[in-house]
């Protein structure tokens, strides 16, 4: 078996056990102390024992057809969600698979190839607890290229009406 086909198989082994224990995944870390304000996108702090990383979080409305939203920075890429190498241009919320999805455009933004399993996550109407998370997977993105990536859930239906998500790269290699 050559270099790219095992590549590949370990990808989507890694995938077929995100989407398994995505239903189980609790913690989130969005603030210096859960559900309050960032102080800085990319800090890093630890609340009760838990590692929490400051992330942007956007906001969209789910109409009867399919949610789209794009990250409109009013400051050039840094009012993006950028984590790791990855950077979300726009995404596409579903349910076209009887449980929710996305269709999502991402950049890699390092100066290497990169593959990645990135995570999108849905919050509850409180706006602080996980409502459920989606899977994807990109593979061998060249650096400054844009590519598209799917997110699935095993469960999980999207909210009616507005919501918020974040998105982060889970792994990167």
Do not use: H
């Not at 077929?16 to 309050?36: N, Y």
């Not at 790791?84 to 698979?97: D, G």
């Not at 190839?113 to 990109?138: E, H, L, P, Q």
């Amino acid at each position: 078996m050559n270099k790219c086909k095992t590549g590949a198989k370990i990808i989507s082994i890694i995938f077929a056990i995100l989407i398994l224990t995505s239903g189980v995944t609790t913690s989130s870390a969005q603030a210096a102390t859960i559900g309050s304000k960032c102080p800085k996108v990319g800090q890093t702090t630890t609340d009760a024992g838990k590692k929490l990383t400051c992330s942007l979080i956007w906001v969209t409305n789910l109409s009867n057809s399919a949610a789209s939203a794009t990250p409109a920075p009013s400051k050039p890429s840094s009012s993006f969600i950028q984590s790791k190498s990855f950077r979300l241009e726009s995404v596409t919320f579903n349910s076209e698979l009887g449980s929710a999805g996305a269709d999502a455009r991402v950049t890699n933004t390092s100066k290497n190839t990169r593959s990645a399993v990135m995570v999108i996550t849905i919050f509850k109407s409180d706006n602080k607890s996980i409502a459920f998370t989606m899977s994807g997977i990109a593979n061998a993105v060249s650096p400054g290229d844009t590519v598209s990536v799917t997110f699935m859930s095993i469960s999980g239906d999207l909210p009616s009406g507005q919501f918020k998500y974040t998105f982060q790269v889970s792994t990167e290699f």
